[in-house]
């Protein structure tokens, strides 16, 4: 693999850029592989990126339906945050935003990782409450974080109304380490490391049956053919439900739509991630100058990667009251994505009912922060067969036993 | 009962239309089995009218009564018959499977008048507001900007909504905004 | 946004005038129910890509929940009906396999 | 030089003439002008800066699709970035001002020059900034992002209005050209229901500037009369300056109208947003032109051939002195002939084709225009503005042939439908080749709630270029809507028109078709966003094969314009890289809004007071004028305390508290919820729905239930009352009253059918007013009319009847512990009765209090408050509330989950009471417990939290509650609790009731 840097490109310029190579390759697939994975999503990738890196185990392959990265991972507000409440879900939102520190140096590919700050606005007591919680919890934990003050957070984000008639700003729960990543390049970033391992990335491919025998899976039926296997990983996120019923077992899932849109570019205007959960809005500004805006999810399946407009309203209502100066601004694009729900809203990563098929998924609304340390976890469970130190708890077998990873218990219920 | 008080206390205003509070109303919530004969006969004692059609509203001389669902009625009567109204109800439906419950202190009312109200409402309620959609004498259950709310037109010009207490004072607000002078689109031409 | 016909007030009803309520027909799995039956009921869901029936109550309106036949990847409402039924109605079934010929029928390939 | 001309000009009203600035230079238009027009009447070209290189930019297009002239609009409050000059109506006054350049428009020091341009292909910060690891953070980072985006921030809050408009019809057409009309006049007369809107201020679309004949006249005086007869329809609604800005499903689409963008005196909202129902969209949006792929065609003064016609015909604006013509297709000749007719020099027609025998053609070569065949731009020369282009043949690389001095170019690549409303919503597109265009697949439409397509494109933008045919589609289109809605139609009555013959194009990618990576290096194909020829190849080249690879990594059609313009000539260069044909590699995603819509209009109305409802209690506005400090609560807002002038919030709590156990308080608990519970099987459901028994409970009793959901998790509780046999009360917590009336309505209609209950939530019928304290029995016998002694009311007991007159029912419950009574009384009665028990409680030191003196009391007893000491995740078991949990039924809501093995857990987390060591000490809200050493990732081991904490000023010490891991079994034990710089507290596990542990106080 050619590596990426100041000089290559300046090399390249002389010659028109006529001698860069592909940044992965296309392979057509082999008869078989001891490890597939379905889906080329950000946690696909990572998955067997760090099968190839930790375990030694590269005889791989990726199957994308479409093309990699053009799921969630493709579509989402790119906030990247640890503050989780609960220890199993600071532990391993932390070790990925940890590993995204470094991300662009191990993949070689720059995915700017940029740690600008995460504001979580508190605007009612409750939340308040909810927020210092997390922030003693996170304390304990070894997350930063910290509960600040409406001054500060006026002091980060200017352009904010603290003092809102409806809901005054109280103070914000900061995580000063969080931030966002330019969600494309983490996936072509992943691509282009796996590739360069030898694993083979296999797009416009899509399973269309899982094949066992004697309860344990032994394959794939594909648009491009069958492929053995050995152990099988479904890491395909608003699709988990289609390709758990292909294996034969059901799962506490239900896919529905979450939308996001961007404004039209202008100059900086925030600098940091602020999310406003009372009101229903989060919002940052890319490197190229939109307004990336995050909205609600729809209640109801759907697998069309279009939502409702009312989501749209509710939010840019909310964001209006927040930043008051966004109101002559206009929207440049909306768009949707099928997301994953759980039961309680938190992710699962392990074994399924169908022996050596393993599956990582529900991360619905807030997995693209997750992706290296799920893909770290996702690859040593697979390698092991058995889940890791990060993926214990989050078995499936947990709504069963009651033993739900909420995290939405630190907002709690209004009264 | 001169203590009573309506949310907005008899509030109006002059615009495209006209909006007022219109002040306390009666208002009685029956559930029941609306195709037993002794409750429109208990609902004939009480207010003189027979059942309305589904999502027509009935007048007569005593008050109203308005399908609200296929088992509750809405029933209108004066302010201060309200409780007696309901107890005649209870009386005459004793030993019957039915709910009657005066709900007049928990609704705000607001009458609407001029050409124009249509439009009013259609900035707030996704209801085909044209006379097709929402006939006269059509009540809709629905919401208005963020609320819930329900509403009918007496004729072109006069229609009426009611909303919950709490909210009272934001729907008339909200009203009076969408009635501004000069803001409600032509719907010819 | 969605436009679903509700059975009781005889109108189309905005998705906003609407609150969705998941899965339809499921069975309730209370106390003295065995495991596989009570994670069934709970938390297994069909989710299915395709034909979906599902519960929503018209809470800006009349208060009443019906349930929905519909499709997930296109949205196309096959039908509305009472929420107080065990099955979709057979006039709803045949409009699905009109329309879904592929269908594998309501409750068939449930036993996953 | 851009110039006005003395003719022409059929848009604008030369006598009223109109003053604007831009960049502050005072300059004159018309009424009638665009921005855009106005500009180029001015003679200003040079419009702005393009987004990655700083690139000189020019005026391209007359309408939505223009990438460059994007400018600042207005000031102060009226401020807004990214205005598109071209959709800008002029009006006396406007300010305007060009974008994204430093110090100034003519010179930025921001200017990429063609040799750095190099440095920075498409993609390649993916390549660089990350070596040392801290440098992108730090340098590399900040240098990107201060250097993006366009336009300015604005500064201030809008001063603008917006609202909603609510719209049902049968059939909406979008696009008021001439297919529009036309399938407006066929569609109202079959008597449905018809709303036809227009994104410009005026009606018939392209026609205009065509020569198109309709029905013998010409296309204008057509339009007019047509608009006429729409006009007298009752049936059909014409809409100008709203654009359609999104279709969505079950045929929902937006409608954008901008009321006063135009003039901004004009009073009332700026925008409001149409939402509107249709049963059938008619898209009769037109098409719009490419640009050709040449090098230096972004060089200010090379515009669209069609623009170069709207200039000329619509404003009298001519786009230069020497307009070299340069196109693909015969349509780019009116463009020719029409500067020519106005007495503008046109060099030369550069054709791609190899011959151009048309009528268009041959009409210009009898003008004595300069035609040259199979030829093609090599390259423009120019800075800020066009000097001249080299000539070269088509087939070859670029060798010049001739160059030709002019300042304006006039390009024409062919035509692409606007198809974006079509595919909003899943409508599919097919390849065209032999009209070099992708159109909508009639097969393949998006499809609504009945599975029958609702989008039906007419007119140009279903593909057809001649104004004939485009009438014809357009018939057919309406008379399709119509019949599918099972009215008549006639298309028979339809319009013909009549234009000049055209021949086919010539689809042309590449100019000159061999270009090589030099030329392609500066032949653009996004301008705002400065993506090149050479960035797709180069896209292509390293894998990012897929369109939209190549979009994300190139960022191709990703800037405001959304790639109107840029789109298919990418799309065409990324297939000939991979020697693909066009339809294999498809198009992007069109997403709405087909073009930027504002923020205010979309959130409409709701801002400032009407952002969101606030609900108010029938005490609320006296509880403001006295000193409320207000909390909000779900959609209410309570007083947290009334703080007398002088005191601060803490002072006034603890006066509260001291005050309502030393004498008696007065609370509004008018926000509790209450719903009535009816029927033969009330008991039964309720039996089923809390956790206790319910069934038992006496006529005329209260007792306190626990609701919980099929998790088993806590969700509610309160206090239910038995109001007769078969009549309960439910009392809910503030935020739960609609939630819980709808879980009830949702079990009883969905699960338990055939049971007969009925419900009706009246929360809002009562004011609830608590009586409180030592001396509430006395307040009330002051008020009289109610027996209220221990024996006639007992605690946990309730009567109806009149208290001061009023009719009330008065229940014995408490959650304080002091002797308390919650009167209920009509909501409109609520304040007078409140002023009344003020009066009456005057001589026994009443004082109103608020909910944190509430919430300190029920701490202090104890009681445990729904949202601190449950969280979603807590059973009644975890909060010592086994007690309120029936051990004698079968069933309720919740108990299957209870049965869990974590449920069970000896270990779970279970309610203790902690007092601090220091009993001064207020522990943290919230603050966390550990025990033992760090757990192997290093994590502190947790044990519990703190979920309610105060200073009790009744104690005269700090209490506090806690949720800790085998709690019950702790009692004594002291733990750990580190909060933040490295302090560490200490607190003993007790009981959590720590006042009156036996009841005495409630119980007088
Ligand atoms: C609008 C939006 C905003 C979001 N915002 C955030 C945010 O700010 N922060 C955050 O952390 N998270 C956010 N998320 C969530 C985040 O995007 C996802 O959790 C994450 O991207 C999931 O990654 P994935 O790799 O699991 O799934 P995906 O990226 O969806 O990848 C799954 C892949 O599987 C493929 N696939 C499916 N079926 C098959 C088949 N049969 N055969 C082969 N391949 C198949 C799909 O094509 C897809 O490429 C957001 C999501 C959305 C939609
Ligand atoms: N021969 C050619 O190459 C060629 C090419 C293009 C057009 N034409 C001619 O142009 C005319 C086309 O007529 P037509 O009526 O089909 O198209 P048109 O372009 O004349 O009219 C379309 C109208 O729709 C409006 N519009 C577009 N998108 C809109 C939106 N989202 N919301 C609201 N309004 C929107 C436009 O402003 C325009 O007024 C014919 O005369 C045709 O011959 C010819
Ligand atoms: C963080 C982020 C930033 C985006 N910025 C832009 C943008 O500047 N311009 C644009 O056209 N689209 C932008 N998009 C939206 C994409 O064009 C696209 O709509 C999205 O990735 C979903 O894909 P789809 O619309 O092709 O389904 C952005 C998307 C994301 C996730
Ligand atoms: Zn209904």
Same mark, same amino acid.
């Given at each position: 693999?050619?590596?990426?840097?100041?000089?290559?490109?300046?090399?390249? +310029?002389?010659?028109?850029?006529?001698?860069?190579?592909?940044?992965?390759?296309?392979?057509?697939?082999?008869?078989?592989? =001891?490890?597939?994975?379905?889906?080329?999503?950000?946690?696909?990738?990572?998955?067997?990126?760090? %099968?190839?890196?930790?375990?030694?185990?590269?005889?791989?392959?990726?199957?994308?339906? *479409?093309?990699?990265?053009?799921?969630?991972?493709?579509?989402?507000?790119?906030?990247?945050?640890?503050?989780?409440?609960?220890?199993?879900?600071?532990?391993?939102?932390?070790?990925?935003?940890?590993?995204?520190?470094?991300?662009?140096?191990?993949?070689?590919?720059?995915?700017?990782?940029?740690?600008?700050?995460? %504001?979580?606005?508190?605007?009612?007591?409750?939340?308040?409450?909810?927020?210092?919680?997390?922030?003693?919890?996170?304390?304990?934990?070894?997350?930063?974080?910290?509960?600040?003050?409406?001054?500060?957070?006026?002091? %980060?984000?200017?352009?904010?109304?603290?003092?809102?008639?409806?809901?005054?700003?109280?103070?914000?729960?900061?995580?000063?380490?969080?931030?966002?990543?330019?969600? =494309?390049?983490?996936?072509?970033?992943?691509?282009?490391?796996?590739?360069?391992?030898?694993?083979?990335?296999?797009?416009?491919?899509?399973?269309?049956?899982?094949?066992?025998?004697?309860?344990?899976?032994?394959?794939?039926?594909?648009?491009?053919?069958?492929?053995?296997?050995?152990?099988?990983?479904?890491?395909?996120?608003?699709?988990? *439900?289609?390709?758990?019923?292909?294996?034969?077992?059901?799962?506490?899932?239900?896919?529905?739509?979450?939308? +996001?849109?961007?404004?039209?570019?202008?100059?900086?205007?925030?600098?940091?991630?602020?999310?406003?959960?009372?009101?229903?809005?989060?919002?940052?500004?890319?490197?190229?100058?939109?307004?990336?805006?995050?909205?609600?999810?729809?209640?109801?399946?759907?697998?069309?990667?279009?939502?409702?407009?009312?989501?749209?309203?509710?939010?840019?209502?909310?964001?209006?009251?927040?930043?008051?100066?966004?109101?002559? %601004?206009?929207?440049?694009?909306?768009?949707?994505?099928?997301?994953?729900?759980?039961? =309680?809203?938190?992710?699962?990563?392990?074994?399924?009912?169908?022996?050596?098929?393993?599956?990582?998924?529900?991360?619905?609304?807030? *997995?693209?922060?997750?992706?290296?340390?799920?893909?770290?976890?996702?690859?040593?469970?697979?390698?092991?067969?058995?889940?890791?130190?990060?993926? +214990?708890?989050?078995?499936?077998?947990?709504?069963?036993? *009651?033993?739900?990873?909420?995290?939405?218990?630190?907002?709690?219920?209004?009264? | 009962?001169?203590?009573?008080?309506?949310?907005?206390?008899?509030?109006?205003?002059?615009?495209?239309?006209?909006?007022?509070?219109?002040?306390?109303?009666?208002?009685?919530?029956?559930?029941?089995?609306?195709?037993?004969?002794? /409750?429109?006969?208990?609902?004939?004692?009480?207010?003189?009218?027979?059942?309305?059609? @589904?999502?027509?509203?009935?007048?007569?001389?005593?008050?109203?009564?308005?399908?609200?669902?296929?088992?509750?009625?809405?029933?209108?009567?004066?302010?201060?018959?309200?409780?007696?109204?309901?107890?005649?109800?209870?009386?005459?439906?004793?030993?019957?499977?039915?709910?009657?419950?005066?709900?007049?202190?928990?609704?705000?009312?607001?009458? /609407?008048?001029?050409?124009?109200?249509?439009?009013?409402?259609?900035?707030?309620?996704?209801?085909?507001?044209? @006379?097709?959609? /929402?006939?006269?004498?059509?009540?809709?259950?629905?919401? /208005?900007?963020?609320?819930?709310?329900?509403?009918?037109?007496?004729?072109?010009?006069?229609?009426?909504?009611?909303?919950?207490?709490?909210?009272?004072?934001?729907?008339?607000?909200?009203?009076?905004?969408?009635?501004?002078?000069?803001?409600? @689109?032509?719907?010819?031409? | 946004?969605?436009?679903?016909?509700?059975?009781?007030?005889?109108?189309?009803?905005?998705?906003?005038?609407?609150?969705?309520?998941?899965?339809?027909?499921?069975?309730?799995?209370?106390?003295?129910?065995?495991?596989?039956?009570?994670?069934?009921?709970?938390?297994?869901?069909?989710?299915?890509?395709?034909?979906?029936?599902?519960?929503?109550?018209?809470?800006?309106?009349?208060?009443?929940?019906?349930?929905?036949?519909?499709?997930?990847?296109?949205?196309?409402?096959?039908?509305?009906?009472?929420?107080?039924?065990?099955?979709?109605?057979?006039?709803?079934?045949?409009?699905?396999?009109?329309?879904?010929?592929?269908?594998?029928?309501?409750?068939?390939?449930?036993?996953? | 030089?851009?110039?006005?001309?003395?003719?022409?000009?059929?848009?604008?009203?030369?006598?009223?003439?109109?003053?604007?600035?831009?960049?502050?230079?005072?300059?004159?238009?018309?009424?009638?002008?665009?921005?855009?027009?106005?500009?180029?009447?001015?003679?200003?070209?040079?419009?702005?800066?393009?987004?990655?290189?700083?690139?000189?930019?020019?005026?391209?297009?007359?309408?939505?699709?223009?990438?460059?002239?994007?400018?600042?609009?207005?000031?102060?409050?009226?401020?807004?970035?990214?205005?598109?000059? !071209?959709?800008?109506?002029?009006?006396?006054?406007?300010?305007?001002?060009?974008?994204?350049?430093?110090?100034?428009?003519?010179?930025?020091?921001?200017?990429?020059?063609?040799?750095?341009?190099?440095?920075?292909?498409?993609?390649?910060?993916?390549?660089?900034?990350?070596?040392?690891?801290?440098?992108?953070?730090?340098?590399?980072?900040?240098?990107?992002?201060?250097?993006?985006?366009?336009?300015?921030?604005?500064?201030?809050?809008?001063?603008?209005?917006?609202?909603?408009?609510?719209?049902?019809?049968?059939?909406?057409?979008?696009?008021?050209?001439?297919?529009?009309?036309?399938?407006?006049?066929?569609?109202?007369?079959?008597?449905?229901?018809?709303?036809?809107?227009?994104?410009?201020?005026?009606?018939?679309?392209?026609?205009?500037?065509?020569?198109?004949? &309709?029905?013998?006249?010409?296309?204008?005086?057509?339009?007019?009369?047509?608009?006429?007869?729409?006009?007298?329809?009752?049936?059909?609604?014409?809409?100008?300056?709203?654009?359609?800005?999104?279709?969505?499903?079950?045929?929902?689409?937006?409608?954008?109208?901008?009321?006063?963008?135009?003039?901004?005196?004009?009073?009332?909202?700026?925008?409001?947003?149409?939402?509107?129902?249709?049963?059938?969209?008619?898209?009769?949006?037109?098409?719009?032109?490419?640009?050709?792929?040449?090098?230096?065609?972004?060089?200010?003064?090379?515009?669209?051939?069609?623009?170069?016609?709207?200039?000329?015909?619509?404003?009298?604006?001519?786009?230069?002195?020497?307009?070299?013509?340069?196109?693909?297709?015969?349509?780019?000749?009116?463009?020719?002939?029409?500067?020519?007719?106005?007495?503008?020099?046109?060099?030369?027609?550069?054709?791609?084709?190899?011959?151009?025998?048309?009528?268009?053609?041959?009409?210009?070569?009898?003008?004595?225009?300069?035609?040259? !065949?199979?030829?093609?731009?090599?390259?423009?020369?120019?800075?800020?503005?066009?000097?001249?282009?080299?000539?070269?043949?088509?087939?070859?690389?670029?060798?010049?042939?001739?160059? &030709?001095?002019?300042?304006?170019?006039?390009?024409?690549?062919?035509?692409?439908?606007?198809?974006?409303?079509?595919?909003?919503?899943?409508?599919?597109?097919?390849?065209?080749?032999?009209?070099?265009?992708?159109?909508?697949?009639?097969?393949?439409?998006?499809?609504?709630?009945?599975?029958?397509?609702?989008?039906?494109?007419?007119?140009?933008?279903?593909?057809?270029?001649?104004?004939?045919?485009?009438?014809?589609?357009?018939?057919?289109?309406?008379?399709?809507?119509?019949?599918?809605?099972?009215?008549?139609?006639?298309?028979?009555?339809?319009?013909?028109?009549?234009?000049?013959?055209?021949?086919?194009?010539?689809?042309?990618?590449?100019?000159?078709?061999?270009?090589?990576?030099?030329?392609?290096? #500066?032949?653009?194909?996004?301008?705002?966003?400065?993506?090149?020829?050479?960035?797709?190849?180069?896209?292509?080249?390293?894998?990012?094969?897929?369109?939209?690879?190549?979009?994300?990594?190139?960022?191709?059609?990703?800037?405001?314009?959304?790639?109107?313009?840029?789109?298919?000539?990418?799309?065409?260069?990324?297939?000939?890289?991979?020697?693909?044909?066009?339809?294999?590699?498809?198009?992007?995603?069109?997403?709405?809004?087909?073009?930027?819509?504002?923020?205010?209009?979309?959130?409409?109305?709701?801002?400032?007071?009407?952002?969101?409802?606030?609900?108010?209690?029938?005490?609320? $506005?006296?509880?403001?004028?006295?000193?409320?400090?207000?909390?909000?609560?779900?959609?209410?807002?309570?007083?947290?305390?009334?703080?007398?002038?002088?005191?601060?919030?803490?002072?006034?709590?603890?006066?509260?508290?001291?005050?309502?156990?030393?004498?008696?308080?007065?609370?509004?608990?008018? !926000?509790?919820?209450? &719903?009535?519970?009816?029927?033969?099987?009330?008991?039964?459901?309720?039996?089923?729905?809390? !956790?206790?028994?319910?069934?038992?409970?006496?006529?005329?009793?209260?007792?306190?239930?626990?609701?919980?959901?099929?998790?088993?998790?806590?969700? $509610?509780?309160?206090?239910?009352?038995?109001?007769?046999?078969?009549?309960?009360?439910?009392?809910?917590?503030?935020?739960?009253?609609?939630?819980?009336?709808?879980?009830?309505?949702?079990?009883?209609?969905?699960?338990?059918?055939?049971?007969?209950?009925?419900?009706?939530?009246?929360?809002?019928?009562?004011?609830?007013?608590?009586?409180?304290?030592?001396?509430?029995?006395?307040?009330?016998?002051?008020?009289?009319?109610?027996?209220?002694?221990?024996?006639?009311?007992?605690?946990?007991?309730?009567?109806?009847?009149?208290?001061?007159?009023?009719?009330?029912?008065?229940?014995?419950?408490?959650?304080?512990?002091?002797?308390?009574?919650?009167?209920?009384?009509?909501?409109?009665?609520?304040?007078?009765?409140?002023?009344?028990?003020?009066?009456?409680?005057?001589?026994?030191?009443?004082?109103?209090?608020?909910?944190?003196?509430?919430?300190?009391?029920?701490?202090?007893?104890?009681?445990?408050?729904?949202?601190?000491?449950?969280?979603?995740?807590? &059973?009644?078991?975890?909060?010592?509330?086994?007690?309120?949990?029936?051990? #004698?039924?079968?069933?309720?809501?919740?108990?299957?989950?209870?049965?869990?093995?974590?449920?069970?857990?000896?270990?779970?987390?279970?309610?203790?009471?902690?007092?601090?060591?220091?009993?001064?000490?207020?522990?943290?809200?919230?603050?966390?417990?550990?025990?033992?050493?760090?757990?192997?990732?290093?994590?502190?081991?947790?044990?519990?939290?703190?979920?309610?904490?105060?200073?009790?000023?009744?104690?005269?010490?700090?209490?506090?509650?806690?949720?800790?891991?085998?709690?019950?079994?702790?009692?004594?034990?002291?733990?750990?609790?580190?909060?933040?710089?490295?302090?560490?507290?200490?607190?003993?596990?007790?009981?959590?009731?720590?006042? $009156?542990?036996?009841?005495?106080?409630?119980?007088?």
């Amino acid at each position: 693999m050619r590596r990426y840097s100041a000089f290559a490109i300046a090399r390249e +310029a002389a010659r028109y850029h006529t001698g860069w190579g592909r940044a992965w390759r296309n392979p057509t697939p082999k008869k078989s592989y =001891d490890i597939v994975i379905i889906g080329a999503g950000g946690h696909g990738l990572a998955t067997a990126y760090y %099968l190839g890196k930790n375990h030694g185990l590269k005889n791989v392959a990726v199957v994308e339906k *479409g093309w990699l990265g053009g799921g969630n991972t493709g579509r989402n507000t790119t906030i990247i945050r640890s503050n989780y409440l609960q220890d199993e879900s600071a532990a391993i939102y932390e070790k990925a935003r940890s590993l995204y520190e470094s991300l662009s140096q191990d993949l070689n590919y720059n995915v700017m990782f940029s740690p600008r700050g995460v %504001l979580m606005l508190a605007q009612t007591e409750h939340e308040i409450r909810g927020y210092k919680r997390t922030e003693h919890a996170n304390r304990l934990q070894g997350v930063e974080t910290r509960f600040i003050g409406p001054k500060e957070v006026k002091r %980060l984000v200017p352009i904010i109304e603290i003092s809102g008639p409806r809901y005054p700003v109280l103070g914000a729960l900061w995580q000063p380490r969080g931030g966002t990543a330019r969600h =494309d390049a983490v996936a072509w970033g992943y691509a282009r490391a796996c590739s360069d391992m030898g694993i083979d990335i296999i797009q416009q491919c899509e399973v269309t049956a899982i094949r066992q025998k004697n309860g344990a899976v032994s394959g794939i039926e594909t648009t491009k053919g069958e492929i053995s296997c050995n152990k099988l990983g479904l890491v395909v996120a608003g699709n988990s *439900g289609v390709l758990a019923e292909m294996a034969g077992f059901r799962l506490p899932i239900e896919s529905v739509a979450l939308q +996001a849109l961007v404004s039209e570019p202008i100059k900086p205007a925030i600098n940091v991630v602020v999310m406003a959960n009372t009101v229903h809005g989060y919002i940052s500004q890319s490197d190229k100058g939109e307004l990336v805006i995050g909205g609600g999810a729809d209640g109801f399946n759907n697998y069309t990667q279009r939502g409702s407009f009312h989501h749209i309203e509710e939010t840019v209502r909310a964001l209006i009251e927040t930043f008051p100066i966004i109101s002559r %601004l206009k929207m440049l694009r909306q768009w949707g994505g099928i997301v994953d729900m759980t039961g =309680d809203r938190s992710p699962i990563i392990g074994r399924t009912p169908l022996e050596n098929c393993f599956i990582d998924c529900g991360w619905g609304t807030g *997995g693209f922060k997750a992706i290296p340390g799920s893909g770290w976890s996702m690859a040593a469970t697979m390698a092991r067969g058995e889940p890791d130190e990060f993926a +214990a708890a989050f078995g499936m077998e947990r709504f069963i036993e *009651g033993r739900f990873i909420d995290e939405s218990v630190a907002a709690g219920v209004a009264h | 009962m001169s203590d009573a008080v309506s949310v907005c206390n008899g509030a109006s205003f002059s615009g495209a239309v006209q909006v007022l509070d219109a002040g306390l109303c009666g208002m009685i919530t029956l559930r029941g089995d609306l195709a037993d004969e002794k /409750l429109s006969a208990a609902v004939k004692a009480a207010t003189g009218m027979g059942l309305p059609k @589904p999502r027509r509203i009935k007048k007569g001389k005593r008050g109203a009564v308005a399908w609200m669902s296929p088992d509750e009625l809405l029933i209108f009567v004066d302010y201060d018959l309200a409780d007696s109204t309901v107890t005649k109800i209870e009386r005459a439906l004793q030993g019957q499977y039915f709910l009657a419950v005066n709900v007049s202190d928990a609704r705000a009312t607001f009458a /609407l008048q001029g050409t124009g109200v249509r439009e009013v409402i259609a900035k707030g309620a996704p209801v085909d507001m044209s @006379p097709q959609g /929402l006939p006269v004498g059509e009540i809709r259950r629905t919401r /208005l900007g963020q609320v819930a709310a329900a509403f009918w037109l007496s004729d072109e010009e006069h229609l009426t909504l009611v909303c919950f207490r709490s909210v009272g004072s934001f729907v008339y607000d909200w009203l009076c905004n969408a009635a501004t002078e000069g803001t409600l @689109p032509r719907l010819t031409g | 946004m969605l436009s679903l016909h509700c059975p009781y007030c005889g109108v189309d009803v905005d998705e906003t005038d609407l609150t969705p309520g998941g899965e339809a027909h499921l069975v309730r799995s209370g106390s003295g129910s065995d495991d596989a039956d009570f994670e069934a009921y709970l938390f297994m869901r069909k989710n299915p890509r395709g034909v979906h029936f599902e519960r929503w109550r018209h809470s800006f309106g009349c208060g009443k929940w019906f349930h929905a036949a519909r499709a997930t990847d296109t949205l196309e409402v096959f039908g509305t009906y009472s929420a107080q039924t065990k099955e979709p109605p057979q006039d709803v079934q045949e409009r699905i396999r009109a329309r879904r010929p592929d269908w594998k029928g309501f409750g068939k390939g449930d036993r996953i | 030089m851009s110039a006005r001309l003395a003719r022409h000009g059929r848009l604008i009203d030369r006598r009223k003439p109109l003053q604007f600035t831009f960049n502050g230079r005072h300059l004159h238009g018309y009424q009638g002008d665009t921005l855009a027009s106005a500009l180029l009447a001015n003679g200003q070209t040079l419009v702005g800066r393009s987004f990655k290189y700083h690139r000189p930019r020019g005026i391209v297009a007359a309408g939505p699709e223009e990438p460059n002239a994007l400018v600042g609009l207005g000031k102060g409050a009226g401020f807004e970035p990214n205005q598109r000059a !071209t959709t800008t109506e002029l009006f006396d006054g406007l300010i305007a001002e060009s974008q994204n350049h430093w110090p100034s428009l003519e010179f930025d020091l921001g200017a990429v020059n063609k040799a750095m341009a190099r440095f920075f292909p498409a993609g390649f910060y993916y390549k660089t900034f990350m070596f040392p690891r801290a440098a992108w953070e730090h340098l590399f980072e900040p240098i990107v992002r201060g250097a993006a985006g366009l336009g300015r921030v604005p500064q201030e809050k809008d001063k603008d209005t917006y609202e909603y408009f609510y719209h049902t019809t049968d059939i909406l057409i979008v696009g008021g050209g001439i297919a529009g009309l036309q399938a407006a006049e066929i569609a109202g007369k079959s008597g449905l229901r018809v709303l036809l809107i227009e994104q410009t201020p005026d009606w018939g679309g392209r026609a205009m500037v065509d020569g198109v004949q &309709i029905n013998g006249i010409g296309a204008a005086d057509w339009v007019e009369k047509a608009l006429a007869r729409l006009r007298a329809m009752p049936n059909v609604i014409l809409r100008s300056r709203m654009m359609g800005a999104g279709v969505y499903d079950h045929g929902y689409a937006l409608g954008y109208e901008r009321l006063s963008d135009h003039d901004p005196k004009i009073p009332g909202p700026r925008h409001r947003l149409w939402r509107i129902r249709a049963r059938r969209i008619i898209t009769a949006t037109g098409a719009i032109e490419r640009p050709l792929s040449f090098a230096g065609n972004d060089i200010p003064g090379v515009m669209l051939a069609g623009a170069v016609r709207d200039y000329l015909e619509n404003y009298g604006v001519s786009p230069g002195e020497l307009t070299l013509v340069v196109t693909n297709n015969d349509n780019a000749y009116l463009s020719a002939i029409a500067l020519h007719e106005a007495g503008l020099t046109v060099p030369a027609i550069i054709d791609a084709r190899p011959e151009a025998t048309g009528a268009l053609p041959q009409k210009a070569r009898a003008l004595g225009l300069r035609v040259e !065949t199979g030829c093609a731009i090599g390259t423009v020369h120019g800075g800020k503005r066009v000097t001249s282009v080299t000539l070269c043949n088509q087939a070859g690389s670029g060798a010049i042939l001739d160059e &030709i001095p002019c300042d304006a170019v006039a390009m024409s690549g062919g035509w692409s439908p606007v198809v974006h409303l079509w595919s909003h919503c899943g409508g599919k597109l097919r390849w065209d080749a032999d009209q070099a265009m992708f159109r909508p697949d009639p097969a393949r439409p998006p499809r609504g709630a009945n599975g029958a397509g609702f989008v039906i494109a007419a007119g140009t933008a279903n593909g057809h270029l001649a104004a004939e045919a485009v009438m014809e589609d357009a018939a057919e289109a309406a008379a399709a809507a119509v019949r599918a809605l099972g009215a008549k139609a006639d298309p028979a009555k339809r319009a013909t028109a009549r234009s000049m013959p055209e021949m086919p194009i010539l689809p042309v990618w590449s100019m000159p078709a061999n270009a090589g990576p030099k030329l392609r290096m #500066k032949t653009w194909l996004d301008f705002q966003n400065d993506v090149k020829v050479s960035d797709v190849r180069l896209a292509a080249q390293e894998g990012y094969e897929s369109v939209e690879h190549t979009k994300r990594y190139t960022t191709l059609g990703m800037a405001s314009d959304q790639g109107k313009l840029s789109n298919i000539n990418g799309l065409a260069v990324l297939a000939d890289s991979l020697s693909r044909d066009i339809p294999q590699v498809g198009t992007t995603t069109f997403r709405p809004p087909y073009h930027p819509i504002s923020f205010g209009a979309i959130a409409g109305e709701a801002r400032g007071p009407l952002f969101k409802p606030l609900r108010k209690s029938p005490i609320h $506005d006296w509880l403001d004028a006295n000193g409320a400090h207000w909390e909000p609560v779900a959609d209410w807002r309570r007083p947290y305390c009334l703080r007398r002038s002088g005191e601060t919030v803490k002072e006034a709590v603890t006066r509260e508290i001291l005050n309502t156990r030393q004498n008696v308080g007065l609370l509004d608990a008018s !926000t509790l919820g209450k &719903i009535i519970v009816k029927g033969p099987d009330a008991g039964r459901f309720l039996d089923m729905l809390y !956790t206790n028994m319910m069934s038992s409970l006496k006529v005329g009793r209260c007792r306190y239930g626990l609701m919980c959901n099929e998790n088993g998790f806590l969700i $509610d509780d309160g206090v239910v009352v038995r109001l007769s046999d078969d009549t309960f009360l439910c009392h809910t917590t503030s935020g739960g009253s609609d939630r819980i009336h709808a879980w009830m309505e949702e079990w009883l209609q969905t699960e338990w059918w055939d049971w007969q209950v009925y419900t009706a939530n009246v929360t809002e019928q009562f004011a609830q007013i608590g009586i409180v304290g030592p001396k509430a029995r006395s307040v009330l016998e002051a008020l009289g009319g109610m027996d209220v002694s221990r024996e006639a009311l007992p605690f946990m007991a309730f009567q109806e009847g009149q208290i001061a007159g009023i009719r009330a029912r008065v229940y014995r419950i408490s959650f304080s512990g002091e002797l308390s009574y919650e009167i209920a009384v009509p909501a409109a009665l609520g304040q007078a009765f409140w002023n009344k028990a003020l009066a009456a409680g005057g001589d026994f030191g009443m004082q109103p209090y608020g909910t944190e003196a509430l919430h300190v009391m029920r701490a202090e007893k104890g009681f445990i408050m729904i949202g601190d000491e449950t969280d979603g995740t807590v &059973i009644p078991q975890d909060l010592n509330l086994g007690w309120a949990i029936s051990r #004698k039924k079968d069933d309720f809501l919740g108990k299957r989950a209870q049965q869990r093995p974590h449920m069970v857990d000896p270990n779970r987390k279970q309610l203790v009471g902690l007092l601090t060591e220091d009993p001064q000490v207020v522990l943290p809200d919230a603050a966390h417990a550990v025990e033992g050493p760090k757990r192997a990732n290093g994590m502190e081991n947790i044990i519990g939290h703190v979920t309610s904490s105060y200073y009790s000023p009744t104690l005269g010490h700090s209490i506090a509650m806690a949720l800790i891991k085998g709690g019950s079994r702790r009692m004594g034990e002291t733990l750990r609790f580190p909060v933040a710089d490295g302090v560490v507290i200490r607190a003993q596990v007790v009981d959590p009731v720590f006042l $009156d542990k036996e009841g005495e106080r409630q119980n007088v």
